[in-house]
């Protein structure tokens, strides 16, 4: 009769061979939405893994090339761009989306442009039409890449010099109408729909940007957002 322990280790090695086939296999069960081996599909359904697929694109070009691929914008390749002091290689011009930017066009990094097709389609219009009734006809963007410090840090390279960063100073609704970042601290006679509007669009941004600033932060961005591709969650 075997003992305990032979029991044991009989039990142990069934389960290391049955996890070796599942993870061999996993592909013809786990649907890909799941499987983090898998580009990010921007055009699939969300789940868990959605910031972990995000943070391995990130750091992985092919993969973030995969995703960008699914996205609805409309995008130009930019093998060698950004200044000689701050060169982007292998970034993106990203002219148009489901909520064009204005002005039109801005250079971005592969990871960045993911996050800016997300920030469209998962936040930006949900938020515009939950709030307002109705969809975004653009975002009004105040700049992606610039080869310069950050503003309060000299010596500190900005994300903006590796097109890693965006600021966004409005939202155009599909009637025309503009709703500035600078209406953040606005003070109404009663509810402004314009500061849940604003509100709601930061909070969404911050579970797909590393880093997002908003006028709570400091005086330098009272009139921006400042989405930003890498870092660790820095949400204010």
């Not at 093998?79 to 064009?100: H, I, S």
């Not at 969404?204 to 880093?211: D, E, H, K, M, Y």
Request: with cysteine.
């Amino acid at each position: 009769m075997p003992s305990r322990r032979m029991v044991g280790r009989i039990v142990l090695s069934a389960l290391i061979v049955a996890a070796g086939v599942a993870i061999a296999t996993h592909r013809a069960w786990l649907p890909p939405a799941y499987d983090p081996t898998r580009p990010l599909d921007l055009g699939g359904p969300r789940t868990f893994m959605t910031p972990v697929k995000l943070r391995v694109l990130s750091s992985d070009q092919t993969m973030c090339r995969a995703a960008l691929a699914t996205s609805a914008l409309r995008l130009r390749s930019v093998p060698v761009g950004g200044t000689a002091a701050c060169p982007v290689t292998d970034g993106t011009r990203v002219d148009g989306g489901p909520a064009p930017s204005v002005p039109a066009g801005f250079l971005a990094s592969c990871r960045l442009a993911v996050r800016w097709s997300m920030f469209q389609t998962d936040v930006a219009e949900p938020a515009a039409r939950a709030v307002f009734g109705m969809g975004l006809r653009g975002i009004r963007q105040a700049g992606s890449f610039a080869c310069r410090d950050i503003r309060d840090r000299p010596g500190a390279i900005s994300s903006h010099a590796t097109a890693d960063a965006i600021d966004v100073s409005a939202f155009v609704l599909d009637d025309g109408r503009e709703i500035p970042v600078s209406a953040w601290h606005a003070a109404p006679h009663g509810p402004d729909p314009r500061i849940v509007f604003l509100h709601r669009v930061r909070d969404g941004a911050c579970a797909i940007f590393g880093v997002v600033l908003s006028p709570d932060y400091n005086g330098l961005h009272a009139g921006h957002l400042h989405l930003q591709a890498t870092g660790f969650g820095l949400c204010d």
